[in-house]
């Protein structure tokens, strides 16, 4: 049996807005995925030391705060440090697009914004991992 796709959902910073990123792990689950979700107000240490402990192989920000452009990359820096560039960071929240197309040159995945739907995020983190193999 394949091993499921593991995910560590979380809402970093202090953004008190969850009910996307709750629904978001409920549809992963629902597409057969392992879900991890850290609730509110985590750090980008917490974040990267639990995807580590939690052995994930995606990691999804949920960022409505408009601190993108410093959670996104600070993440990325801790996880070439950590060694685990293996590991899919993903997410989503009011991201305007210039600011996605600079944070994907970073090395972050696809980001999605409101209106996406649930099942646009499984299908690309599903490919994803078959791609990887």
């Known amino acids: 049996m394949e091993k499921k796709i593991r995910v560590l959902v979380a809402k970093p910073g202090l953004d008190g807005h969850d009910r996307g990123a ?9 597409a057969g995925m392992e879900v991890i979700y850290t609730g509110l107000h985590q750090t980008p240490e917490k974040i990267v030391r639990t ?16 601190a993108h452009m410093s959670i996104f990359p600070k993440v990325m820096e801790l996880l070439k ?26 090395g972050v ?3 999605f914004g409101p209106g996406t739907q649930s099942k646009d995020v499984a299908e690309y983190i599903i490919e994803w991992h078959k791609n990887r193999k």
């Open 22 to 30: 709750k629904v978001i792990a409920a549809s992963l689950t629902d």
């Open 51 to 66: 995807a580590i402990e939690e052995d994930v192989d995606v990691i999804g920000l949920s960022v409505l705060s408009g």
């Open 81 to 106: 440090k950590e060694k685990k560039t293996d590991i899919l960071l993903t997410g989503g929240g009011i991201i305007p697009a210039e600011d996605m197309e600079e944070l994907q040159k970073l």
């Open 109 to 111: 995945g696809r980001l």
